[in-house]
């Protein structure tokens, strides 16, 4: 139970740091796409892309003039004869710029900004990659983790305490008796809040299983899904100090759960 | 040491029953008391008074003048490792061996394994029962086990000893002898307060009988000059009981 319970928040801080780290490293980058208007001109157009080529942040620009544009179109839709009756050209001419790797967020925002006030710009598109996309899972996944934890590390208190109750009353005797021959309540406490940080020890050493074997089973399909964006896997976060962290933590509950259980108890606890 | 006053003690639960009511009384240091009274008369309250099981509602307990009622959570383990307590059903752990039963007031305390060995066999010696040290509770006759539980209550050499009918379900001979074990505490100086219905046993002891009724004090008998007599031995140690 407590390993469950540490199991679900610790996963989700690992993969919340995998998703960083897969973000930080990704190199199908998106780019920004900016739309003119059917008026603006070539120099208009000229005065972007040199603007944009300009840039640190951005590695390559792409021009679609409108006739390009039209072209293509007729070549993918089919509807090559239908536009042709139209007379005049309905598509905008656009530039296609590929960001640099080191962009970010604020960047992206200031040359959206910069961009969209040059004479005819119609409008400027960030193409929504799902490197976007995992950045906001990431902050989901995160918060949603921390919830978890809370919650559920107020469970796992919750359970070592049930535990340890059960442990109590199977020794009432032997606890009434220790009252009466003058043990302190440390001393009748002591060996419960041993019993609560093994317990929570043991919990911890669930957890990291649980992780282990969720990680050796996602891996390989996820492996195949980046090897296909030339990304490679190197889960991050799985690692000694994490360990470390999850059994303390474990134990800590443990303890403050065996706390919970025992305190009154014992304090109430008839010795005769 | 071993000084026990009772100032106008009353103890009243919460049902509102009054189990003892305006008790005032004294027992010396190394006295030896019977205390008796009818079933409910307040016996058993008296003592749980005494070893803070539970807190009069009004009046005083004073042992060697420190008002008990008064003693922190950090004190009282202090206090009752001072007191030796015996019951009826002699609560002995099941689990654990004879040897293991005895020696938990020590172990309590913090003594070294050495000589808490060396004082469980003095106090199994008292009671006659050494050689049973590794046996459990369960393997052992009724009698024995009471032995064990007054072993078990005397192997700090406490000042203070309360039984509560420590001979209920004993045989005539083994009650005698039970109570003749006590007479040989008392006879150290450790001052001893038995609570018992057996009025024609504890007659013949010669010692104080305080007779409780309906949480009063109805009488209080002396004990027969001849039988108080002054500390000897410490009985733990070397002490041979008659049959
Ligand atoms: N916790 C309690 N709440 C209410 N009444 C109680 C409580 N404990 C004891 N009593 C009552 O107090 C009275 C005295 O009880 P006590 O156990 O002291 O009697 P006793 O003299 O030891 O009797 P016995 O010889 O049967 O052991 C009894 O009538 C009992 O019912
Ligand atoms: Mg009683």
Redesign the interface.
């Known amino acids: 139970m407590v390993g469950i319970a540490l199991a679900l928040p610790a996963g989700l801080w690992i993969l919340q740091v995998n998703m960083d780290e897969m973000s930080a490293q990704w190199e199908g980058r998106p780019g920004l796409s900016v739309y003119f208007t059917l008026q603006a001109d070539n120099a208009s157009v000229a005065a972007v892309q040199g603007y944009l080529e300009d840039q640190q942040n951005i590695d390559r620009v792409e021009l679609t003039t409108a006739k390009d544009a039209l072209e293509e179109f007729k070549t993918y839709s089919g509807l090559g004869s239908a536009l042709d009756l139209l007379g005049s050209n309905p598509l905008p001419a656009s530039l296609q710029a590929r960001f640099a790797q080191s962009i970010g967020p604020i960047e992206v925002e200031l040359l959206i900004n910069e961009t969209q006030a040059f004479a005819g710009v119609a409008e400027v598109v960030v193409e929504k990659t799902w490197l976007e996309r995992l950045n906001e899972l990431s902050r989901v996944v995160s918060r949603l983790g921390a919830m978890l934890a809370v919650l559920f590390g107020l469970g796992a208190v919750l359970v070592t305490a049930s535990s340890v109750r059960l442990a109590i009353e199977a020794r009432l ?2 606890l ?10 440390g ?1 009748v406490r002591r060996p419960f809040l041993y019993f609560g940080a093994i317990y929570g020890f043991g919990g911890g050493v669930v957890a990291a299983m649980l992780i282990a074997i969720t990680i050796l089973v996602i891996e390989p399909p996820l492996q195949g899904l980046l090897g296909s964006y030339q990304q490679t896997l190197d889960l991050a976060g799985f690692g000694p100090l994490f360990l470390t962290v999850l059994l303390l933590v474990g134990s800590g509950l443990g303890i403050l759960g065996a706390l919970m259980a025992v305190r009154q108890r014992v ?1 109430d606890l ?3 | 040491m071993g000084q026990i006053r009772l100032q106008r003690v009353t103890k009243r639960f919460e049902n509102g029953f009054e189990a003892l009511s305006e008790v005032t009384t004294e027992f010396e240091a190394g006295s030896m008391t019977f205390l008796t009274g009818h079933s409910g008369a307040g016996k ?1 309250t008296f003592l ?1 008074l005494l ?1 803070r ?1 539970d807190t009069p509602t009004r009046g005083q307990i004073l042992v060697n003048d420190v008002d008990i009622g008064g003693l922190s ?2 004190r009282l ?5 001072h007191i030796g ?1 015996v ?1 009826q059903d002699h ?1 002995l ?2 689990a654990r061996t004879v040897f293991d039963n005895v020696a ?2 020590l172990r ?2 913090g003594m070294r394994e050495r000589e808490v060995a060396r004082r469980v066999r003095a106090s199994l010696t008292t009671v006659e029962l050494l050689g049973k040290e590794g046996l459990l509770p369960s393997h052992l006759s009724t009698g024995e086990q009471q032995r064990i539980g007054i072993a ?1 209550a005397v192997v ?1 050499r406490p000042r203070i000893l309360l039984a ?1 009918e420590p001979t209920g379900n004993l045989d005539p001979d083994l009650s005698r002898h039970i109570m003749d074990l006590f007479t040989r505490f008392n006879q150290v100086g450790t001052t001893v307060i038995v609570a018992s219905h057996e009025i024609d046993l504890i007659e013949t002891m010669g010692k104080r009988i305080l007779h409780l009724e309906g949480g009063r004090v109805v009488s209080d008998r002396a004990g027969d000059s001849s039988t108080e007599s002054p500390a000897q031995s410490d009985p733990t140690e070397s002490v041979e009981v008659g049959s």
């Open positions: 005797d032997e009434r008796v220790l009252k009466l021959v003058g043990a302190t309540p001393q304090r008839e010795v005769v | 058993s749980k070893i099981a959570a950090a383990p202090l206090y009752r490792r307590v019951f609560h752990l099941a938990m007031p309590v305390a078990r700090t509560d």
